[in-house]
């Protein structure tokens, strides 16, 4: 029998999708984007299943070099951990992303989270490790991926119990006299307010930048504030850059595909939450980041990423289709990818 992976596409083994109540069917409808989970999935040969979250139930295989699959009793694969990174794709109810910038959406049954250090080939026999997993399996606070798209066009604000709009509709930048989006809004303009970076370096927001993030911006607002990377205040140390270029060859994780000088064509490796670059003018250096979604309801790789084009985050189709297949522009200027 084939092993059962919740959110698996395609294939003569197709996964038939359970739904259970017609009101809890659709959650949210914000500004375009469409999240719809499902209580569960059934193999083509068996009855409605859950993942289970019993940690004493956990088989940890390494499935490849630096790559470990967690199946629970039901021999159900429940998580995918990668050597040297704390990015973990785990099983989940189904959902999909879709948003008004193109016709394409992303059905997914993996969530993606942040483990509380960075995997290695002994971790299974560490207390932490199958005490955070069945946690994990069992929260639904948003994920990377949600997160992510809760800075697109038309998102409602979201406001802490201090009055700090910490999501919504993000810009990507002012625009310039030459009609230019200007660049260089870091997760702390658009929260408008100084930070202070663990190395003791204070920054503070620039004018006009509130409600602002550029690429690597965005990077860090969905993976640093949102969700507890360590932050540098420039492209140096542990922690997540600033700049694209240097999250590309110095981040943290497990480089995935090296820059070669061409765009990688085999993408079989990567799973959402990965982090993607492209270089997007004439300088070989990296200049643009994204965050990976998955394969999209017309079998391409879709990505989510803030560009001046469509004046912040999107997973959409403005000044070039946000997908890795094809003779598209970012699709040509795709170069690597990196887990964290």
């Known amino acids: 029998m084939k092993r059962r992976v919740p959110g698996e596409r395609g294939g003569s083994h197709a996964i038939g999708i359970i739904v259970v109540g017609v009101l809890g069917v659709v959650v949210g409808l914000v500004a375009g984007v469409l999240l719809v989970p499902f209580s569960g999935f059934a193999g083509d040969d068996d009855a409605a299943a859950l993942p289970s979250a019993d940690p004493a139930g956990f088989v940890f295989e390494r499935i490849g070099p630096g790559v470990t699959e967690v199946r629970d009793q039901q021999d159900i694969t429940v998580a995918t951990l990668t050597e040297g990174a704390r990015t973990v794709t785990l099983a989940g109810p189904l ?164 820059d070669e000088g061409s765009r990688p064509l085999d993408l079989a490796n990567l799973k959402p939450g990965d982090l993607l670059f492209f270089t997007t003018d004439d300088e070989p250096d990296i200049d643009h980041s994204a965050i990976y979604l998955g394969l999209d309801s017309d079998d391409r790789h879709r990505f989510i990423s803030s560009r001046a084009g469509a004046n912040g985050p999107t997973m959409g189709d403005f000044g070039g289709a946000s997908v890795l297949d094809g003779d598209g522009f970012f699709a040509e200027r795709f170069r690597m990818a990196r887990r964290v």
């Open 95 to 258: 959902r999909v992303f879709a948003e008004s910038g193109t016709r394409a959406s992303v059905e997914t049954g993996q969530w993606v989270r942040l483990a509380p250090q960075p995997w290695h080939a002994s971790a299974q026999d560490e207390t932490w490790a199958r005490t955070w997993l069945s946690h994990a399996l069992a929260e639904r606070s948003p994920d990377i991926l949600e997160i992510a798209t809760q800075y697109v066009q038309g998102t409602p604000d979201q406001v802490d119990a201090d009055g700090l709009r910490f999501a919504g509709d993000a810009a990507f930048g002012p625009e310039l006299d030459n009609g230019k989006r200007q660049i260089g809004a870091d997760f702390y303009d658009f929260l408008d307010r100084p930070w202070s970076f663990g190395d003791g370096t204070e920054k503070t927001p620039s004018a006009g930048q509130a409600g602002a993030l550029d690429c690597s911006g965005f990077l860090r607002m969905v993976y640093g504030y949102r969700s507890g990377l360590p932050l540098l205040a420039g492209d140096t140390g542990e922690g997540l850059p600033r700049r694209a270029d240097s999250m590309a060859h110095d981040g943290p994780g497990t480089l995935l595909l090296e």
